[in-house]
Nanobody, 114 residues
Framework: VQLVESGGGLVQPGGSLRLSCVVS????????MAWYRQAPGNQREWVAG???????NYADSVKGRFTISRDNAKNTVHLQMNSLKPEDTAVYYC?????????WGKGTLVTVSS
């Protein structure tokens, strides 16, 4: 199973970015997906999750600003990030769990700065 993130970059405060994560090697199975982030000097933290049936959950720090969604036909999960703040600067990772095993992507860097 491989996960590949994309969509990171440099954005000004108040701006938006849309991250994508493509999953391959899962044989079409439905699975829960999540986004995490890790800022310099900090531990990795959970940002948002989406279940196999589409149920979503968010960390309080991003609730109302970020939206997680999935396209099962394309084995892709997205993270729409609006009203970005400098404290959202981090490497963003997607993760899934199949058969009790966690799989991670290599991450995509999001920098929020003027």
């Amino acid at each position: 199973v491989q996960l590949v993130e994309s969509g990171g970059g440099l954005v000004q405060p108040g701006g938006s970015l849309r991250l994508s994560c493509v999953v391959s090697g899962s044989s079409g199975r439905l699975y829960p997906m999540a986004w995490y982030r890790q800022a310099p000097g900090n531990q990795r933290e959970w940002v948002a999750g989406i279940g196999s049936g589409g149920t979503t959950n968010y960390a309080d720090s991003v609730k109302g600003r970020f939206t997680i969604s999935r396209d099962n036909a394309k084995n892709t999960v997205h993270l729409q990030m609006n009203s970005l703040k400098p404290e959202d600067t981090a490497v963003y990772y997607c993760k899934t769990n199949l058969g009790g095993i966690d799989y991670w992507g290599k991450g995509t860097l999001v920098t929020v700065s003027s």
